[in-house]
């Protein structure tokens, strides 16, 4: 089945400065693969996807590039705010399956 | 409009009990899928209902079951507990079958002692 891995599982930055997670997924199948943000006490939140059939996709400050031949993909985050402190989860799904695998979370830290 | 709502948002159980959580969609959307949230394991995939059929299920024991009624409402049940079962269980929504665009509720956070 499907495997995602997330690195890093902690990062710190300095507000301003950009962050950067990548994950990486075993199978060449998927075609789904979308980011969220978890803050303390909520669920998760959607904040940007992408499908297979494109290399990137930016939403003001968050951008997200997939590598399909290397089976891997990152979300940016520019002119980062003490307001982006969270967990942040990749995941990815095949065509036709009904559920995410999700990486194990990025803890992102914004020192003001 | 209004998000995607969970009851009870917190619960304690003993070891044997079974617990049963609620879950009710946005308006006017028919897939439900649940997930289970713990620090070793991370967001692990239950199952999926969409037009009250069970779609997918996850790696998961058949202590754990769900149904989704005709209003999109769905439950799931968690019987005979066990202390490895505390977790955050999240439902999510979306308007079609699918992991498209989910919105998640903010969970039920069971505790078994």
């Known amino acids: 089945g499907e495997n995602v891995e997330q690195h890093p599982s902690t990062l710190s930055v300095q507000e301003g400065d950009s962050a950067v997670i990548k994950c990486t997924y075993s199978?060449?199948?998927?075609?789904?693969f979308p980011w969220y943000k978890q803050e303390l006490g909520k669920g998760p939140q959607l904040i940007i996807d992408?499908?297979?059939?494109?290399g990137e996709k930016k939403d003001q400050r968050i951008a997200v590039t997939l590598n399909k031949t290397a089976k891997h993909f990152s979300l940016h985050i520019t002119e980062t705010q003490p307001e982006d402190s969270a967990v942040y989860f990749c995941?990815?799904?095949?065509?036709?399956?009904?559920?995410?695998?999700f990486g194990k979370g990025t803890k992102l830290t914004v020192n003001p | 409009k209004a998000g995607v709502t969970q009851t009870p948002r917190y619960l304690i159980k003993t070891r044997g009990q079974q617990v049963t959580l609620s879950c009710s969609p946005i308006?006017?959307?028919?897939?439900v899928s649940w997930y289970q949230q713990t620090p070793g394991q991370g967001l692990q995939f239950l199952f999926e209902?969409?037009?009250?059929?069970?779609?997918n299920k996850g790696n998961f024991p058949g202590r754990f079951s769900g149904r989704q009624f005709s209003n999109s409402r769905s439950e799931m049940n968690v019987s005979t507990l066990e202390l490895g079962d505390s977790a955050l269980y999240l439902c999510?929504?979306?308007?079609?079958?699918?992991?498209?665009?989910?919105?998640f509720g903010s969970g039920t956070r069971l505790t078994v002692v």
């Open positions: 995941a990815a799904s095949s065509g036709g399956s009904e559920k995410l695998v």
């Open positions: 992408i499908r297979s059939n494109v």
């Open positions: 199978d060449s199948a998927s075609n789904y």
């Open positions: 308006s006017g959307h028919r897939s």
């Open positions: 999510a929504s979306s308007p079609a079958t699918g992991p498209y665009g989910y919105t």
């Open positions: 209902y969409f037009s009250e059929t069970q779609r």
